[in-house]
């Protein structure tokens, strides 16, 4: 039972582009959502995150936008550079616990 | 952000044998906790490391097999028991300092043969 899925294992674009990475949830207990950015042979580094009284959070380059009504979640990369190749997951956690569910991740390569 | 030390990065065990994980931490936190990702998986949360109590399991997972310790607000063990090939895997300690957010070590590189 995935309750957090990333359903694109990977994504692909051009250097300046918007990457686009997608999320879905099914707990309607979820109440706040983070996405980590991980390399090879290091931990998930924190990227950004979002409560679920809101519908956008930005931060740079990074934008997240969350979908309560349709459990669903996306993180915007704009522009996105080469640096950001990297392995991409979303995690969600079901009050203050300190617990998070996290996605499969997505693959994103950014081509110079 | 919390600077989280782990120790060793990799190793590479034999099976039947068990391999003890260190977690320091540069502040006193709460919340620490033990994470595996298998080949290929995600993250999958294996435990809440409590100080001063015993740590909190998730489903699938047993005190026997993965005992973890806890004596201060700065550091953890998680030890992996009678290893097998398919404890293969990516071991990560985090902690939740800023609000909501969680901080995640490096991992540590498990290969059983």
């Known amino acids: 039972d995935q309750q957090v899925k990333q359903n694109s294992p990977s994504l692909s674009v051009q250097e300046g582009r918007i990457s686009i990475l997608n999320c879905d949830y099914t707990n309607s207990m979820f109440d706040y959502f983070l996405w980590y950015k991980k390399y090879p042979a290091e931990g998930p580094t924190f990227l950004i995150s979002?409560?679920?009284?809101?519908d956008k959070n930005e931060d740079g380059r990074f934008t997240v936008f969350l979908n309560k009504s349709a459990k669903h979640l996306s993180l915007h990369i704009v522009p996105s550079q080469p640096g950001d190749s990297a392995v991409y997951f979303c995690a969600a956690q079901a009050g203050n616990t300190g617990k998070l569910i996290f996605g499969q991740g997505t693959t994103l390569q950014v081509k110079p | 952000s919390a600077v989280i030390s782990q120790k060793p990065s990799r190793d590479i065990c034999q099976r039947g044998t068990s391999l003890t994980i260190q977690c320091q931490v540069d502040?006193?936190?709460?919340?620490m906790f033990w994470y595996r990702q298998q080949p290929g998986q995600s993250l999958t949360l294996i435990a809440t490391a409590n100080q001063g109590s015993e740590a909190t399991y998730e489903s699938g997972f047993v005190i026997d097999k993965f005992p973890i310790s806890r004596p201060n607000l700065t550091f953890s063990t998680l030890t992996v028991s009678n290893m097998s090939p398919e404890d293969s895997s990516i071991y990560l300690c985090?902690?939740?300092?800023?609000?909501?957010?969680?901080?995640f070590g490096s991992g540590t590189r498990l290969t059983v043969v």
């Open positions: 979002i409560s679920s009284i809101k």
């Open positions: 502040s006193q936190v709460t919340m």
């Open positions: 985090s902690v939740e300092d800023r609000g909501r957010l969680t901080d």
